[in-house]
């Protein structure tokens, strides 16, 4: 059964910082590479980062040197954080953890946390 549990959100001043946290259970989880994903206000949800089995990460532009994504696999729960430094008000917005399939995107969700960045 495939379960993602998403935390950490808040109200931050810009400058600020938060980590985020996810959950992730189900069995292939663990050998796919996870994502965080962003959805601001009226947007559509975008990819802001990821990060393989390996550990390996990659960031989109806008965040790079600000978030640092990275990951813990248990037996059947994979364990996503993203610390996230330096917010900013285009920051704000609904993040979810899930896996990455490149432009397939997982058709469970989670609640996911809210974000919210006051200038």
Same mark, same amino acid.
């Given at each position: 059964?495939?379960?993602?549990?998403?935390?950490?959100g808040?109200?931050?001043?810009?400058?600020?910082?938060?980590?985020?946290?996810?959950?992730?259970?189900g069995?292939?989880?663990?050998?796919?590479?996870?994502?965080?994903?962003?959805?601001?206000?009226?947007?559509?949800?975008?990819?802001?980062?990821? =990060?393989?089995?390996? $550990? *390996?990460?990659?960031?989109?532009? !806008?965040?790079?040197?600000?978030?640092?994504?990275?990951?813990?696999?248990?037996?059947?729960?994979?364990?996503?954080?993203?610390?996230?430094?330096?917010?900013?008000?285009?920051?704000?917005?609904?993040?979810?953890?899930n896996?990455?399939?490149?432009?397939?995107?997982?058709? =469970?969700?989670?609640? $996911? *946390?809210?974000?919210?960045?006051? !200038?």
């Amino acid at each position: 059964q495939v379960r993602l549990v998403e935390s950490g959100g808040g109200l931050v001043q810009a400058g600020g910082s938060l980590k985020l946290s996810c959950s992730a259970s189900g069995v292939f989880f663990k050998d796919s590479p996870m994502a965080w994903y962003r959805q601001g206000p009226g947007e559509s949800r975008i990819l802001v980062a990821t =990060v393989d089995t390996r $550990g *390996t990460t990659n960031y989109q532009d !806008s965040v790079k040197g600000r978030y640092t994504i990275s990951r813990d696999n248990a037996e059947n729960t994979v364990y996503v954080q993203l610390d996230m430094n330096n917010l900013k008000a285009e920051d704000t917005g609904v993040y979810y953890c899930n896996a990455y399939w490149g432009d397939v995107r997982p058709d =469970v969700w989670g609640q $996911g *946390t809210q974000v919210t960045v006051s !200038s």
